[in-house]
């Protein structure tokens, strides 16, 4: 925690941070609308099928959150506002991203420039997902991270809070669950009891989501693992995504993006070596190897999106902004500074087009022109029962 920042300093960052998240499609805070599984899946099944909805997986694993906040958005907002409540809870996730790295007691230090270009980054690794809560699983994996890396909690609330936070992202995505081997790690090395207990937490969620991914597993085994040659590009793929998946992104600039990677790997690995008789470098460098592979594996026909690789890369990054042998304080702010300006270019303009409107679709369909109301991306709807046919 900054000591010396003033209020208005606090301020100036989350405003910095907002505006940043409007210059992605400031359009879209005018008309919202629902994003992929967002609409299609989860607020259909809660609008449909009511209350237990929330206890029903979806894509191999267990989503709490994402089922919880279409229940409520449900039972709360009307049907043509429904997607403002999405789009408030995603921006919310992000700012409670940000003041953990403003306000928590961490194991390691970290200059106040480098912590708010780290604050800028993992703002902008959000990409376009920022603006509905379909992968806020990646997000609250993120927040998973930051909590392990706290030194003590000593606000008993804030602790409280912690907790609640482990178990909602460990029943919400596997990937918060892949960090329950650091815990213990972090709780064997300092005996931190509250690390322990959080172990407990996310061990627990943990069981619950094994269940689900094993079951889908046996149930689409073969479209997750694929052919040797699908394997074979699917590697290459995890190879342009390790480390640079948000930054530059492999769909766009690919030379740029295959020499940043070598670069990266190379920077990755000297960092490492050069703090191997430190614990919290080394140990980012194995979270960060460890999610992207696993995330990567798990992910449907190992071909895993931009998306899989923000908390590897919130790891990489974060490791620069630590490190102390290697870069001089004007070397890591130029490189941050590199990385930042890569997320912006590759980021900053909408992945779809702003030509069909929630309202309009919700006005046509009470009024039975349609069946099916559109959302982003193309060619996705959402299929809802009216209010005389669907269930309480």
Not at 28 to 43: H, I, Q, T
Not at 270 to 288: A, F, Q, R, S, T
Not at 356 to 381: C, D, F, M
Request: proline letters at 2%; one cysteine or more; glycine letters at 6%.
């Amino acid at each position: 925690m900054y000591k010396s920042i003033k209020k208005y300093e606090y301020f100036f960052i989350y405003f910095l941070c907002f505006f940043l998240l409007i210059s992605r499609d400031f359009t879209v805070f005018l008309d919202p609308s629902f994003y992929a599984e967002d609409g299609s899946v989860f607020y259909a099944r809660a609008y449909n099928d009511g209350f237990f909805t929330i206890f029903q997986p979806f894509g191999g694993y267990f989503q709490l959150f994402q089922n919880i906040i279409s229940y409520v958005n449900v039972w709360l907002i009307p049907l043509e506002f429904a997607p403002f409540f999405n789009l408030f809870i995603a921006i919310s996730l992000v700012f409670a991203t940000i003041s953990i790295i403003l306000f928590g007691n961490f194991c390691f230090t970290i200059s106040k420039t480098n912590k708010n270009i780290l604050i800028i980054l993992v703002t902008l690794l959000n990409q376009a997902f920022i603006f509905s809560t379909t992968n806020s699983h990646f997000n609250l994996a993120i927040i998973s991270l930051f909590i392990l890396l706290q030194k003590n909690i000593n606000n008993r609330k804030l602790f409280i809070l912690s907790c609640v936070m482990i178990f909602i992202a460990g029943l919400s995505g596997v990937q918060s669950c892949m960090l329950l081997p650091f815990f213990i790690f972090v709780y064997y090395k300092t005996k931190n009891k509250q690390q322990l207990q959080f172990a407990i937490i996310l061990f627990i969620c943990s069981l619950i989501q094994f269940y689900f991914v094993i079951e889908a597993l046996q149930i689409s085994i073969s479209t997750r693992i694929g052919t040797e040659k699908d394997f074979n590009a699917a590697f290459f793929r995890w190879f342009i995504g390790f480390l640079t998946g948000n930054f530059i992104g492999s769909g766009y600039f690919e030379w740029c993006n295959r020499i940043l990677t070598i670069l990266c790997c190379l920077l990755f690995l000297v960092i490492i070596y050069k703090n191997k008789d430190e614990i919290i470098i080394p140990l980012l460098g194995v979270i960060c190897l460890f999610i992207s592979i696993c995330s990567f594996v798990m992910s449907l026909g190992m071909w895993g999106g931009d998306r899989y690789f923000m908390l590897s890369n919130t790891c990489f990054v974060l490791m620069i902004c630590i490190d102390k042998k290697i870069l001089k304080p004007i070397h890591k702010t130029q490189i941050l500074s590199i990385l930042m300006c890569g997320i912006i270019m590759y980021f900053s303009l909408s992945r779809y087009g702003r030509d069909i409107s929630w309202k309009n679709e919700v006005a046509n369909w009470q009024s039975g022109t349609t069946e099916t109301l559109r959302i982003y991306p193309h060619g996705w709807n959402v299929v809802l029962k009216h209010k005389s046919t669907s269930q309480d």
